[in-house]
């Protein structure tokens, strides 16, 4: 069974920058670097959505509104999951959720696709004020 653990979020002013992180417990690291991961986001009374998304060979994909901004990252001798945000936006503002799919599937598989994951975090809640 993975968890996941999310942690780097916070109130920031617009124009801001945060680094979130996600930890993956419950699996060998052998097996955490087959998983393709992804950050997806949500705000209340709205759908979860993807954000970024990261194959295990390490290719990522981005929504369009956080392209050129996000950049997703990923550590599989730590069994950790990084997002990093630049240029925040008001709209930013979010619970943000980190979320392992299915291990094994092809090297360059990603998506930001909601049900395309088996495990999430509880969330990190991102403000961002304008």
């Known amino acids: 069974q993975v968890q996941l653990v999310e942690s780097g979020g916070d109130s920031v002013q617009s124009g801001g920058s945060l680094r979130l992180s996600c930890a993956a417990s419950?699996?060998?690291?052998?097996?955490?670097?087959?998983?393709?991961m992804g950050w997806f986001r949500q705000v209340p009374g709205k759908e979860r959505d993807g954000v970024a998304t990261?194959?295990?060979?390490?290719?990522?994909n981005y929504a369009y509104s956080t392209k050129d901004r996000f950049t997703i990252s990923r550590d599989n001798l730590k069994n950790t999951l990084d997002l990093q945000m630049n240029s925040l936006k008001p709209e930013d503002t979010a619970m943000y959720y980190c979320?392992?799919?299915?291990?094994?599937?092809?090297?360059?598989?990603?998506?930001?696709?909601?049900?395309?994951?088996?495990?999430w975090g509880q969330g990190t809640q991102v403000s961002v004020s304008s």
């Open positions: 419950g699996i060998s690291g052998a097996t955490y670097k087959t998983y393709f």
């Open positions: 979320a392992a799919g299915l291990p094994y599937r092809a090297p360059s598989y990603r998506s930001l696709r909601e049900r395309d994951y088996e495990y």
């Open positions: 990261i194959s295990s060979d390490g290719t990522p």
